[in-house]
C-alpha cells in the first residue's frame, strides 16, 4: 500500500480529517486544498446556500467547482447551531481539526463594543464550540477545535477562553494569524450587502482549544 506523503500548510496537513464551518467564498478551504494537493480529507461548509454563495461572492462558485474537482466534500445551509444533525458531515468525533475563521454575527445588532453586540456574538461561538465539541475527536486522539479571532477592542471582549470552558473545552495555544500564510485566502465580510469585501484583519489569533475530560 502506498503511503501518502504529508503535506502541510501551517497547523494543517492532509492527513487530518478538516471540517471548516462559516466559509464565506470558500478561499481558505481552497488555499489548504491546494497546498495538499487534493480536497479529500476537506468537508468546507458555509450557512450560504448554493445560489446565495454565487449571488454574494464573485469567486465563490469557481472555487467550489475547484474544491469539489480536488475531492472536498462542499456542504451548504450549514448552521453551526445544528451541524450536528447534518449526516454528511460525519459521524460524531471523528474530526482532527474542526475550524472557524473570524465568526460573526451578522451587523443587525448594534456597534461592536456593544454589550448586547458582544453577546449576540457569544451565543454564536458557544453554539459552535458546543457542536464542535461532538464533532472532534478527543484530545488524547489528538482532536483540535481551532477559532481565527481578532484580539484587539471590542472583540477581546468576546473572552473566547472562557465560552470554551463553559463548554468544556480548554485553550491550549493562541498562535498568531498572518494572512500572508494563506496563499488565496480572501477574508469576507458576509453580510450587510459588502458580502464580498474583505475586512482589516489587524492583530487576529488562531486560539487551539481541546475537550476537557471532566466536563
Given at each position: 500500500?502506498?503511503?501518502?506523503?504529508?503535506?502541510?500548510?501551517?497547523?494543517?496537513?492532509?492527513?487530518?480529517?478538516?471540517?471548516?464551518?462559516g466559509?464565506?467564498?470558500?478561499?481558505?478551504?481552497?488555499?489548504?486544498?491546494?497546498?495538499?494537493?487534493?480536497?479529500?480529507?476537506?468537508?468546507?461548509?458555509?450557512?450560504?446556500?448554493?445560489?446565495?454563495?454565487?449571488?454574494?461572492?464573485?469567486?465563490g462558485?469557481?472555487n467550489?467547482?475547484?474544491?469539489?474537482?480536488?475531492?472536498?466534500?462542499?456542504?451548504?445551509?450549514?448552521?453551526?447551531?445544528?451541524?450536528?444533525?447534518?449526516?454528511?458531515?460525519g459521524?460524531?468525533?471523528?474530526?482532527?481539526r474542526?475550524?472557524?475563521?473570524?465568526?460573526?454575527?451578522?451587523?443587525?445588532?448594534?456597534?461592536?463594543?456593544?454589550?448586547?453586540?458582544?453577546?449576540?456574538?457569544?451565543?454564536?461561538?458557544?453554539?459552535?464550540?458546543?457542536?464542535?465539541?461532538?464533532?472532534?475527536?478527543?484530545?488524547?486522539?489528538?482532536?483540535e477545535?481551532h477559532?481565527?479571532?481578532k484580539?484587539?477592542?471590542?472583540f477581546?471582549?468576546?473572552?473566547?477562553?472562557?465560552?470554551?470552558?463553559?463548554?468544556?473545552?480548554?485553550?491550549?495555544?493562541?498562535?498568531?494569524?498572518?494572512?500572508n500564510?494563506?496563499?488565496?485566502?480572501?477574508?469576507?465580510?458576509?453580510?450587510?450587502?459588502?458580502?464580498?469585501?474583505?475586512?482589516?484583519?489587524?492583530?487576529?489569533s488562531?486560539?487551539?482549544?481541546?475537550?476537557?475530560?471532566?466536563y
Amino acid at each position: 500500500m502506498e503511503v501518502k506523503e504529508t503535506k502541510r500548510l501551517k497547523h494543517y496537513n492532509n492527513k487530518q480529517k478538516i471540517l471548516l464551518v462559516g466559509e464565506g467564498d470558500f478561499s481558505f478551504s481552497l488555499s489548504l486544498a491546494r497546498a495538499f494537493g487534493s480536497a479529500t480529507n476537506l468537508i468546507a461548509t458555509s450557512l450560504d446556500s448554493q445560489a446565495e454563495l454565487e449571488r454574494n461572492y464573485k469567486n465563490g462558485k469557481a472555487n467550489v467547482e475547484e474544491l469539489e474537482r480536488l475531492g472536498c466534500n462542499v456542504v451548504f445551509g450549514v448552521n453551526v447551531h445544528s451541524m450536528t444533525t447534518k449526516p454528511n458531515l460525519g459521524c460524531s468525533a471523528t474530526h482532527d481539526r474542526v475550524i472557524f475563521n473570524f465568526p460573526h454575527a451578522g451587523f443587525d445588532y448594534g456597534r461592536e463594543h456593544q454589550i448586547k453586540t458582544i453577546m449576540r456574538h457569544q451565543e454564536l461561538v458557544r453554539g459552535f464550540m458546543k457542536s464542535a465539541r461532538l464533532l472532534v475527536k478527543d484530545e488524547d486522539k489528538g482532536g483540535e477545535i481551532h477559532v481565527v479571532h481578532k484580539t484587539e477592542y471590542p472583540f477581546s471582549e468576546w473572552k473566547l477562553k472562557t465560552l470554551g470552558e463553559k463548554e468544556g473545552l480548554e485553550l491550549v495555544s493562541e498562535i498568531e494569524f498572518c494572512l500572508n500564510h494563506y496563499p488565496g485566502y480572501s477574508n469576507k465580510r458576509g453580510s450587510r450587502g459588502y458580502n464580498d469585501s474583505s475586512f482589516p484583519v489587524g492583530k487576529s489569533s488562531t486560539f487551539i482549544f481541546k475537550k476537557q475530560f471532566f466536563y
